[in-house]
């Protein structure tokens, strides 16, 4: 932000003293936008989905950017990883117990979560294997 300011002062600098004072303001607002836009970001970027598996429950807790949580608890023998593909190229990923879904790892890109999707099913398939035993 420094950076940016600095160069947008002093590029303000040589148009108000050119006489194409309005300038000055324009580029005052551009810093003020790149600001807003980086304060959006950080703040966007507190969200996030924890997934804790372990042989006799699988917890996923989703914290949105404001703080808010909500948890979620299955049982590995029964829930199911659905991970769908898109006509647009996208994908989906769920879980699924008892009827009900649950969408999950939106904050992902496609390849993360089709990446995740196959190391949840195998871990879920191992849980499973330490459950029986």
Do not use: C
Not at 9 to 19: E, Q
Not at 106 to 120: H, P, Q, S
């Amino acid at each position: 932000m420094l950076a940016i300011g600095s160069v947008s002062f002093i590029s303000g600098m040589v148009f108000l003293m050119l006489g194409a004072w309005p300038v000055m303001g324009f580029f005052g607002l551009d810093v003020l936008l790149v600001y807003v836009a980086f304060k959006l970001n950080y703040r966007s970027a507190r969200a996030y989905e924890l997934v804790d598996l372990t042989p006799s429950t699988l917890r996923l807790e989703q914290v949105t950017a404001s703080g808010k949580s909500r948890s979620f608890e299955f049982n590995p023998y029964w829930v199911r990883v659905l991970f769908t593909e898109r006509p647009d190229g996208g994908n989906n990923l769920k879980l699924a117990s008892h009827g009900n879904e649950l969408e999950f790892g939106r904050l992902l890109n496609d390849e993360e979560r089709r990446d995740f999707a196959e190391a949840l099913s195998k871990a879920l398939a191992s849980a499973r294997a330490s459950f029986t035993a």
